[in-house]
Nanobody, 127 residues
Framework: QVQLVESGGGSVQAGGSLTLTCVAS????????MGWFRQAPGREREEVAH????????FHTGSGKGRFTISRDNAKNTIYLRMNDLRPEDTAIYYC????????????????????WGQGTQVTVSS
């Protein structure tokens, strides 16, 4: 069982920054990516970014492109999501995820491709 523990959420004003952290257990199972998804109230869960275990395959999706950066530290089994220029529409619960990508790597992933989820961390951006 892969365990994922997030931290770093909070409340900020628009234009502010936050860094989310996800620490993974050493056992990675049959997974080849880790990443971040988010779910706003009344909306479906959507991918924000994912990254390969080597760190070379980073992909950012949607409105986070250009503002959010995913990175990893393999020595610490940890991934990060640096979020700059936050907007009220970024308000959501952010989930760390691990799973397996089949086929095209550089595309938005579906929640169905996630094998393991963290418990989620709330990010609230006020205007």
């Amino acid at each position: 069982q892969v365990q994922l523990v997030e931290s770093g959420g909070g409340s900020v004003q628009a234009g502010g920054s936050l860094t989310l952290t996800c620490v993974a257990s050493k056992y990675t199972g049959n997974t080849n990516f880790m990443g971040w998804f988010r779910q706003a109230p009344g909306r479906e869960r959507e991918e924000v970014a994912h990254i390969s275990f080597s760190g070379n395959g980073a992909f950012h999706t949607g409105s986070g492109k250009g503002r959010f950066t995913i990175s990893r530290d393999n020595a610490k089994n940890t991934i990060y999501l640096r979020m700059n220029d936050l907007r009220p529409e970024d308000t959501a619960i952010y989930y760390c995820a691990a799973g397996r990508v089949s086929g095209e790597w550089f595309r938005r992933l579906s929640p169905d491709e996630v094998h393991y989820w963290g418990q989620g961390t709330q990010v609230t951006v006020s205007s």
